[in-house]
Structures are given as C-alpha cells and as structure tokens.
C-alpha cells in the first residue's frame, strides 16, 4: 500500500506564487509517473501536469509557462510551483502516483487533497 500526503496550499491573490508537495510513504517499489490534478466546483477533474521517473513533463495547455512540476525520486516528493496564478486556477489539488510492483502489478494512488484559492 502506497500513501500519499499532499500539503501546501491556501489563499493567495491573482498574480501570487504558491507551492504545492506531494510525499509517498508505504510498501514502495516503481514509481513511474508522478502528477497534480485538479477539480474546480461544478467541474470534472483535469490533468493539470505530470512527470515520469526519467524527468519528461507534460502540461495543460492553460498552465504552461506559470506552473512547474518536479520530483525528488530519492524522496518519493513531487511538487507542483504555481507562479502567476489567476483565479480560473481555484480548485481542488490532488497528487497521484503510478506505482508498480511484482505483486499488485500497476496502481495509482491520490492524495487527499489541497485546497488553492486565487481571489480577483
């Protein structure tokens, strides 16, 4: 079982930085792609950006050039730097992992959540 435990977060005005982080804990074996998701009230979760274990990134289209995500493989960390934020980016934040192993084969795990709100 792999945990993830996302933190950061919070309350910034439209044109602010935040910092989000996203730490697995657990029986880790693979962990393969690393990525933030959002959900906005009223609308369906969207990719916001992912990483592989070997650092290639993709993005949404609305985020490129603001937001930046990285990992520490040694860490199990993945975090996701939001720069210029507008408040079309308020939104619930989850983390998740792709994560492999003999056992259970692959699975993806989800953190529990961060709020971000960008006020106008």
């Known amino acids: 079982q792999v945990q993830l435990v996302n933190s950061g977060g919070g309350l910034v005005q439209a044109g602010g930085s935040l910092r989000l982080s996203c730490a697995a804990s657990?029986?880790?074996?693979?962990?393969?792609?690393m990525g933030w998701y959002r959900q906005a009230p009223g609308k369906q979760r969207e990719l916001v950006a992912t990483?592989?274990?070997?650092?290639?990134?993709n993005y949404l289209d609305s985020v490129k050039g603001r937001f930046t995500i990285s990992r520490d493989n040694r860490e199990n960390t993945v975090y996701l730097q939001m720069n210029s934020l507008k408040p079309e980016d308020t939104a619930v934040y989850y983390c998740?992992?792709?994560?492999?192993?003999?056992?259970?084969?692959?699975?993806?795990?989800w953190g529990q959540g961060t709020q971000v709100t960008v006020s106008s």
């Open positions: 998740n992992a792709v994560h492999y192993s003999s056992v259970t084969g692959t699975m993806t795990y």
């Open positions: 990483i592989t274990n070997t650092g290639s990134t």
């Open positions: 657990g029986r880790i074996f693979s962990i393969n792609a």
